[in-house]
């Protein structure tokens, strides 16, 4: 059993992905049905769909859109991490929107891809607080030198669940460690953080990569947060740069064979089922 905490859906005749355009890889349409098909075989048996970075007027429709594929028999979605733009005086009242809807289960600002500053803003910051006691997560997406940065934030909101996503974003068609290794050390010291085991295949040499190019980066980032604090995601479409939503789940499978059942159960489900209440 695996549960999926970080699918992306395309759907371009129905949102606008403004950054899309500069990504050929990923423009085109990458639908539920075509994931679907693949992941039950991989045996993923529960989703949450994570934000695309659509337009900021379509936020709330691509909530609409993933919980109505959501409705269909059958469906793997069991909920949402939706855009948010915290920056922005009108985070409270969308926040109150979104509480109003059990689907939603966290929230995500694209960081790695804007200037710093946005994120050390009082406003922003400010907003982030605002989920403390709510239950819902915050993820937070950054490159390794940013890792300090949105440490100043953690600190300020410790009331709120974070979640690393892709390991830290560390460059491992590079080779590079530093100053990755030691910024995971220190964020994963803060207990409201939990770092998401995901996106790594996409950050390698997508003809050239194995199992052991990954381990170093995903072992550090399981020994830094523990097995209590890790869930797993399959990036998809994105993951399709480094071989695909099977070819990284086989990775995953290879990676964690030395683990005992209870640590694997609680990084491919337990850890999600528990944190997002799954059921």
């Known amino acids: 059993m695996i549960i999926d905490t970080h699918l992306h859906l395309i759907d371009q005749s129905t949102l606008s992905y403004p950054w899309l355009s500069g990504v050929p890889l990923l423009n085109r349409d990458h639908s539920y049905a075509e994931y679907a098909q693949e992941a039950v ?9 994570m934000e695309v970075d659509v337009a900021p007027s ?10 109505g594929l ?3 028999p059958g469906s793997l979605l069991r909920g949402a991490i939706a855009p948010c733009r915290p920056e922005e005086t009108s985070f409270a009242a969308y926040l109150e929107r979104q ?12 960081l790695h891809t804007v200037a710093d500053d946005l994120s050390v803003s009082t406003l922003f910051r400010e907003n982030v607080k605002r989920l403390s006691g709510t239950g819902l997560t915050f993820d937070l997406v ?16 410790p009331d709120v669940q974070f979640v690393l996503d892709h390991c830290g974003v560390p ?3 590079a080779g590079s ?21 995901s996106g790594v295949v996409a950050y390698a040499d997508s003809d050239s990569w194995s199992v ?44 964690i064979a030395g683990a005992s059942a209870d640590e694997r159960k609680k990084l491919l489900s337990g850890n999600a089922r528990k944190m997002w209440s799954l059921g």
């Open 212 to 255: 052991a190019t990954l381990r170093p980066y995903v072992e550090h980032t399981i020994a830094c947060f523990g097995w209590d604090r890790v869930v797993w995601g399959s990036d998809w479409p994105v993951s399709r740069i480094g071989g695909g939503l099977s070819v990284w789940v086989a990775a995953t499978h290879a990676l």
């Open 171 to 173: 460059d491992i068609k």
């Open 58 to 67: 379509d936020m709330e429709a691509e909530t609409a859109f993933v919980q």
């Open 99 to 110: 509480m109003a809807n059990p689907f939603v289960k966290g929230f995500r600002r694209i």
């Open 142 to 157: 950054v490159f390794p030198h940013q890792i300090p940065i949105v440490m100043e934030m953690v600190d300020l909101a």
């Open 70 to 72: 959501a409705k269909a």
């Open 177 to 197: 460690q530093h100053p990755w290794r030691e910024n995971m050390s220190e964020m994963a010291r803060r207990p409201n953080v939990i770092g998401k085991i």
């Open 41 to 49: 075989r991989c045996g993923i048996t529960d989703v949450l769909h």
